[in-house]
């Protein structure tokens, strides 16, 4: 019965995340905090975030290689550099005691979301054909150490930055960078999620149903992007996680 309670009110702002990291990214700013507001100690938060987030970037991840959206040689080789670097963020995110982790959130988060909503969207040229293999393999594999590193000790807005990274650093164009994105989020998010499972600290009976309603948030969260556009989830990703930090805070000082 605990567990539905806390299924309950989790639900609606996974789903909530979903919807709007399929259309603007940082989903991860909503659930973390809506996680840790459910009582969970941080750790268990972020591990049990990081089973509902898998899940729903394994399936996106598969719509992209499925119309062959990606560049599969870059996107792999990211891939593994982002397996490195997750893991050793999480391990990193271990070793902090759970004041230190929430207090690390409450000053990261607004900082991620700020970003998020009022960054620019500029297009870079596309020419990463002119790359060398040798170079092309150098970017990327730095690319996926550097943002799966990022991925393991905060995760929201991994998935813009990296298409950030491959747009600029890389000169893919925008659908092409958004789906070797994905499949290095895949493996930052396993990463991750293996190494908070093998320490205990990811709670299945809530991350399961959780990852069920952020996949629906995702797809519904897409097709409202392609027929709306994102402007006006932007100030709403700002909106909601200002609301969930009042309390995280709050909780964070009472508990001081």
Known sequence: MEYLHTLIYLAPLVFLAGFIDSAVGGGGTISIPAYLLT??????????????????????AGRFIKNKAIDLRTAMISAFGALIGAALGSQFVLMLDDRTLRLMLIIALPCVAVFLVFRRDKVHEVGHESFSPRKIVILALVIGLGIGLYDGIIGPGTGTF????????????????SGNAKVLNLASNIASLVTFAIAGHVLFVIGLPAAVFGIAGNYLGAGFAIKKGAKFLRPMLFVVLGLLLVRVVFDFVVSS
Request: glycine residues 8%; without cysteine.
């Open 39 to 60: 009582g969970m100690p941080a750790h268990l938060a972020f591990g049990t975030n990081k089973l509902s987030a898998s899940l729903g970037t394994a399936i996106a």
């Open 162 to 177: 990296a298409i950030i990274a491959y747009n600029a650093i890389m000169r893919y164009d925008l659908k092409t960078a």
